[in-house]
């Protein structure tokens, strides 16, 4: 069974169709890149996901069972800002999922369960590589130092998925380059299942396993609001192959939509 | 040249210009203080800041022959006693009432609406109600600090926690926290340095409030003094009391915001150092 699945699912507000006809599944391990135009849905259906946004018709399917229609521990998420906590430091960031967890009524740990959360926490911050500044507090840390901390706190439940929206975008092009070997290592290491919406074409296709391209299918001039977008195209990516092949044979192929100029 | 935006003092020259205001004020005070006593040395109106000082002393070292208290002590606990209990109850009230308003959208429904009509009552308007409901004694005057207080508080630490990013609250969540979690954990935390902030706010109008109590009914404190003086004139207390309600308003001032820089760092960080 995949991990995820959804059929017809639609997405409206009143009138205006803002999803359609979104047929898919996807196995555990997969990295899926989204791209599209901005206003095309993308967020939406991360916050489909994510249970923020309520399913309007059609079913989408966690483990075979409907996905939840609040957040929980079994989808993480990393968003472009805000991520964390500005009133913690580093390790409370991370520790307090654990926190949270041990605690139910405090929300807050103590003695031995406090020294266990502190180890657990300070081996996930070793992995994002921040290690150094575990007693700062978030406005201290710069923009990709931010971003990872919000990586290593979203991984510290072992989500079922990871869902990840525009996390590299406010940051620069080399810092950009550092996140992606993390984000890829810790992919391949803890085997997750991402789905990551980005605006930068390359790093879907450097990134991700398998690229949905979001964009509507059908416009009324008459009515925009009538018609919403989809996955126009569902690809496969092989890491293996450089990207400058891929975008070539994506051209030639005819990767056309609405707004091919804002992708390509 | 620079533009005048641009031009900041220097910090020797910032305090000189800061200090030259008050200079001036003092300088136009003992001109005309000068000018009326010249006139008639028995003046009441304008004393001068020896006569101030002589009397202010007197207030606070002599000790009154029936009671054997000392008038200025008496009148400062009573009153920093009644300010400190009423602000500190309209805290707490506002902290619990403004993260359940602003954190549970199911409470914010109910108990919305009803905070901000309360909040446009006059309060000064009810002390009469309040006067017959908890007697002349200290309760009554508590009661019209905190009913003056709480909405605005109330009002404001509800609308911080709305205005905190909704990415903070679903992240919670998707760390497993539950609404009590949220609420203790993300709310809490975040509300509470501008609880502090708020409150400092609030004290200007705290002050009001005690003093207009104090004045209507009142055995001792600071505003009672000053109420009670004035039928005879007695500048040279009212102006050293005023005075001295200004300085402690300030104390209480700057000790909320010292504790919030020292306890919330974090929440300072956005600040820039421009004073």
New interface residues.
């Given amino acids: 069974m995949s991990l995820l699945s959804a059929k017809r699912l639609e997405k409206h507000y009143g009138h205006h169709v803002v999803l359609e006809n979104l047929n898919f599944s996807v196995e555990q391990g997969e990295f899926v890149t989204l791209v599209g135009a901005s206003g095309c849905g993308k967020t939406t259906f991360l916050k489909m996901l ?1 249970g ?1 946004e309520a399913i309007s018709k059609g079913n989408l399917l966690l483990d075979g069972k409907p996905i939840p229609n ?4 079994d ?3 990393v ?1 472009q ?8 430091t580093v390790l409370g960031n991370v520790m ?2 654990d ?3 041990s605690a ?5 740990s103590f003695g031995t369960a406090k020294r266990h959360a502190i180890e657990k926490a300070q081996a996930r911050i070793e992995e994002v590589g921040l290690s150094h500044a575990l007693n700062k ?4 840390l710069s923009g990709g130092m931010q971003q990872r901390l919000a990586i290593a ?2 991984l ?2 072992r ?1 079922r998925m990871l869902l990840l929206d525009e996390p590299f975008g406010a940051l620069d092009p080399g810092i950009r380059q550092d996140m992606h070997e993390l984000i890829t290592r810790l992919w391949q290491e803890q085997q997750l299942t991402i789905f990551m919406i980005t605006h930068d074409l390359k790093e879907a296709f450097e990134l991700g396993t398998r690229l949905w391209v979001f964009d509507k299918t059908r416009h009324d001039p008459q009515a925009p609001e009538a018609y919403g977008a989809t996955i126009t195209y569902d690809l496969p990516i092989s890491r293996d192959r450089p990207t400058a092949d891929l975008t070539e044979a994506l051209h030639q192929g005819g990767l056309k939509t609405h707004t091919q100029e804002t992708l390509l | 040249m620079k533009r005048l935006i641009n031009l900041a003092p220097s910090r020797g020259s910032r305090w000189l210009l800061g200090l030259l205001p008050f200079l001036l004020l003092a300088m136009v005070y003992l001109s005309l203080s000068n000018a009326r006593l010249a006139e008639n040395p028995n003046d009441r109106l304008l004393p001068t800041p020896a006569t101030m000082a002589s009397s202010f002393y007197h207030l606070a070292t002599a000790e009154n022959v029936r009671t054997g208290q000392i008038v200025l002590w008496t009148d400062t606990f009573a009153s920093l006693e009644r300010i400190l209990i009423g602000v500190a109850i309209s805290a707490f009230i506002g902290l619990i009432v403004g993260i359940l308003n602003g954190g549970i959208p199911l409470i914010r429904a109910k108990l919305s609406p009803l905070v901000t009509v309360a909040s446009l009552i006059p309060p000064m308007a009810i002390l009469p109600i309040l006067f017959i409901a908890f007697g002349t004694g200290e309760a009554a005057k508590i009661a019209l600090i905190v009913i003056g207080v709480t909405p605005f508080l109330i009002r404001d630490l509800q609308g911080h926690a709305l205005r905190l ?4 609250l ?9 609404s ?2 949220v609420l ?3 709310l809490l ?2 509300l509470t340095p501008r609880l502090l902030n708020a409150t400092s706010l609030a004290l200007g109008s705290a002050w009001l409030f005690l003093i207009a109590a104090e004045a209507i009914a009142a055995q001792e404190g600071l505003g009672y003094r000053i109420f009670l003086v004035r039928r005879y004139l007695s500048m040279d207390v009212i102006l050293p009391y005023v005075a001295w309600i200004t300085l402690l308003a300030f104390l209480l001032d700057q000790i909320l915001a010292w504790t919030s820089r020292l306890a ?4 300072h ?2 600040e820039g150092d421009k004073s």
């Fill in positions: 994510l923020t609040e957040p929980g521990p989808r993480g998420v968003f800002k805000y991520s964390v906590f500005p009133h913690l307090i999922a926190e949270l967890h139910k009524l405090l929300g807050k507090y978030p406005h201290e706190q979203a510290m439940m989500p | 990013p909704d990415e903070q679903i992240k919670a969540q998707t760390l497993g926290a539950s009590w979690q203790l954990r993300v935390p975040q919330f760092p974090w929440y960080s956005g």
